[in-house]
């Protein structure tokens, strides 16, 4: 056997022992994709894999993904006040929200992939039953969109710019009254 071909079995067989090897399979698929097709394909698929692990941890809360798909020295454009920077910023901000909504799930409903970019339109559900804040849940429905633009750099995540629908989601948490 050759010094490549072992070289090659050992790199397989690290892959299939990752535990991405399995949770690549099971990654969000956008519901619509448009791709620059100009971009190589592997830089497009590079930067595809990084939005949808992300999605994935936002849909899941494993916080593996989060690490995977992001820069470790990430930064957050947008950051709600009191979010601390880096890829620890988000992985504290999905524990804090899975504490109130324990049931959360992610569609990845858009993907645009263009120059270094991947804009991403989420859609969120849940139900309300844990504390935020000051307020206590009581089972109520949560549904709210969020849309992200990331720059990818080396097929990794290394910043993002969000909105999220928050007065919808205020609204739904009773944090606010209904607009009239």
């Given at each position: 056997?050759?010094?490549?071909?072992?070289?090659?079995?050992?790199l397989?067989?690290?892959?299939?022992?990752?535990?991405?090897?399995?949770?690549?399979?099971?990654?969000?698929?956008?519901?619509?994709?448009?791709?620059d097709?100009?971009?190589?394909?592997a830089?497009?698929?590079?930067?595809?894999?990084?939005?949808?692990?992300?999605?994935?941890?936002?849909?899941?809360?494993?916080?593996?993904?989060?690490k995977?798909?992001?820069?470790?020295?990430?930064?957050?454009?947008?950051?709600?006040?009191g979010?601390?920077?880096?890829p620890?910023?988000?992985?504290?901000?999905?524990?804090?929200?899975?504490?109130?909504?324990?049931?959360?799930?992610?569609?990845?409903?858009?993907?645009?992939?263009?120059?270094?970019?991947v804009?991403?339109?989420?859609?969120?559900?849940?139900?309300?039953?844990?504390?935020?804040?000051?307020?206590?849940?009581?089972?109520?429905?949560?549904d709210?969109?969020?849309?992200?633009?990331?720059?990818?750099?080396n097929?990794?995540?290394?910043?993002?710019?969000?909105?999220?629908?928050?007065?919808?989601?205020?609204?739904?948490?009773?944090?606010?009254?209904?607009?009239?």
């Amino acid at each position: 056997m050759t010094h490549f071909t072992f070289s090659r079995l050992v790199l397989s067989a690290a892959l299939l022992a990752s535990p991405f090897a399995f949770a690549e399979s099971t990654l969000l698929q956008p519901q619509t994709v448009i791709v620059d097709q100009s971009l190589p394909k592997a830089q497009r698929d590079a930067m595809e894999l990084a939005a949808r692990r992300y999605g994935s941890f936002w849909n899941s809360g494993e916080e593996a993904l989060a690490k995977a798909a992001l820069s470790e020295q990430f930064i957050d454009m947008t950051p709600p006040e009191g979010r601390v920077q880096g890829p620890t910023g988000p992985l504290l901000a999905s524990k804090f929200f899975r504490m109130a909504v324990p049931d959360l799930s992610c569609e990845i409903e858009q993907m645009i992939i263009a120059g270094d970019r991947v804009v991403v339109h989420l859609h969120f559900r849940g139900h309300f039953t844990g504390p935020f804040k000051a307020l206590k849940g009581q089972g109520q429905r949560v549904d709210f969109r969020a849309t992200d633009i990331y720059q990818i750099n080396n097929g990794r995540i290394a910043a993002n710019w969000h909105i999220e629908d928050n007065i919808s989601l205020m609204q739904q948490l009773q944090a606010q009254p209904p607009a009239s």
